[in-house]
């Protein structure tokens, strides 16, 4: 089963970046870098189908003619000197923008881009990675916005310990030593950070060491496949989930049949566009994106699509595509929220936290 979706992905991608083979000056060429197969693809595999249907239904909205858009989407499998070599290559079709993650393959290639006139809209979480750029943008939740949600959540708990099991990477490390790590130690807070390797498979040690310091707050961040087993290693020592939140990779969980009793009772930082109910116009482009792909949209095929969109009225407003255009058709109501940017290009405000009800239903957090 795998195998195939994998193989349909593959397909998938070919096909779209088959529409750049022959661009002209008149094409709004759109580049893609993503990791569309291994294991970081269980939340980055589908972004391109959103972005392709915002593209043709904001084409449509606004009557604009969508055979102009060239969308170059190619799988860097997570590896950034394979996103170099992507790179060097969609450089020869003059793209207008670029979109890339995961924040390793977007620092590997931002160069490339930095002292050209090409939107940069990386899907990254690292908190300040927008800001060493003047061409960067960022469409998608990240650090900065959520180490906010993370500080009105302990604003509203009031912990007096918090132990945070942590990924070892450069952007997690930074997030929770200096972003919301600062915040906390603000507030005068017992703060224990506890680090597993990307490789680890056995949560058990990370998990007991966590526990026996007995925090009243447990703080779980990296990939699906990693807070999965983390949550299950707390449990089997008897945390209960109110006293954990989870970074908003719990999300994917959500989506890939992990059973509803296992998902009870979790705080977790969360796009608005997750919580039910909360914003006009999500229950449309979930039906339409149903209708077109067979499953149901994540936030990550949301903002996509509201990227997609941007793009477009940007090049129906100033008939051109780059960062000052886009930013010129801000505010702009988009399926994930009101949508504006900081003085950097990052989005802001679209992140809260949720929880897990143990009657299966998400509400927010406020």
Same mark, same amino acid.
């Given at each position: 089963?795998?195998?195939k979706?994998l193989?349909?992905?593959?397909l998938a991608?070919?096909s779209?970046?088959?529409?750049v ?14 990791p ?11 972004y $391109? ?10 084409c449509?909205?606004?009557?604009v003619?969508?055979?102009?858009f ?7 499998a997570s ?8 790179a ?7 793209p207008v923008?670029?979109v890339?993650?995961t ?11 930095d002292?050209?006139?090409?939107a ?8 300040? *990675? ?6 960067r943008?960022?469409?998608f939740?990240?650090?900065?916005d959520e180490?906010?949600?993370?500080l ?10 918090i132990?945070?099991?942590v ?7 930074e997030?929770?030593e200096?972003?919301?790590g600062q915040?906390?130690?603000d507030?005068?807070?017992d703060?224990?950070i506890?680090t597993?390797?990307?490789d680890t498979?056995d ?9 026996e310091a007995n925090?009243?707050l ?6 699906? $496949?990693?807070?999965?087993p983390?949550m299950k290693?707390?449990?089997?020592y ?6 954990i ?5 719990f999300?994917?969980? *959500?989506?890939n ?20 109910g ?6 449309? $482009?979930?039906?339409?994106?149903k ?12 903002y ?10 940007a ?16 505010? $702009? ?5 009101k949508i ?20 299966g239903?998400?509400t927010?957090v406020?």
């Amino acid at each position: 089963m795998l195998t195939k979706t994998l193989m349909s992905l593959v397909l998938a991608v070919s096909s779209l970046g088959a529409m750049v083979t022959h661009s002209s000056a008149d094409d709004v060429v759109i580049a893609g870098s993503l990791p569309l197969t291994g294991p970081v693809a269980a939340y980055s595999g589908n972004y $391109f189908k959103g972005f392709q249907l915002g593209l043709d239904e904001t084409c449509a909205k606004l009557n604009v003619d969508c055979a102009q858009f060239k969308l170059d989407a190619q799988d860097n499998a997570s590896q950034p000197q394979q996103a170099v070599t992507i790179a060097q290559s969609q450089l020869l079709s003059n793209p207008v923008a670029i979109v890339s993650g995961t924040s390793d393959v977007s620092s590997a290639i931002a160069p490339f881009f930095d002292d050209l006139d090409v939107a940069h809209f990386m899907i990254a979480f690292d908190a300040r *990675i927008v800001e060493k750029g003047a061409s960067r943008m960022r469409m998608f939740p990240n650090f900065k916005d959520e180490s906010l949600a993370y500080l009105r959540l302990i604003d509203k708990l009031q912990p007096k310990k918090i132990v945070a099991l942590v990924l070892n990477s450069s952007s997690n490390t930074e997030m929770f030593e200096t972003v919301v790590g600062q915040g906390i130690r603000d507030r005068n807070i017992d703060y224990t950070i506890l680090t597993y390797d990307f490789d680890t498979t056995d949560y058990s040690n990370i998990a007991l060491k966590a526990k026996e310091a007995n925090p009243d707050l447990f703080m779980i961040t990296g990939y699906s $496949f990693q807070i999965y087993p983390v949550m299950k290693a707390l449990r089997s020592y008897g945390v209960d989930p109110s006293k954990i939140v989870v970074t908003m990779d719990f999300i994917d969980l *959500i989506y890939n049949g992990t059973p509803v009793d296992e998902l009870k009772g979790y705080y977790f930082t969360s796009p608005i566009y997750e919580v039910p109910g909360a914003l006009p116009g999500t229950e449309a $482009f979930r039906a339409s994106y149903k209708a077109k792909y067979g499953a149901n949209p994540s936030y990550v095929e949301a903002y996509a699509y509201d990227t997609a969109a941007l793009i477009v009225a940007a090049q129906a407003k100033s008939g051109k595509v780059d960062k000052a255009s886009i930013i010129a058709v801000t505010p $702009f109501d988009g399926v994930t929220g009101k949508i504006t940017f900081d003085e950097f290009g990052d989005i802001k405000g679209t992140t809260t936290v949720s929880k897990y009800g143990e009657d299966g239903n998400i509400t927010e957090v406020k």
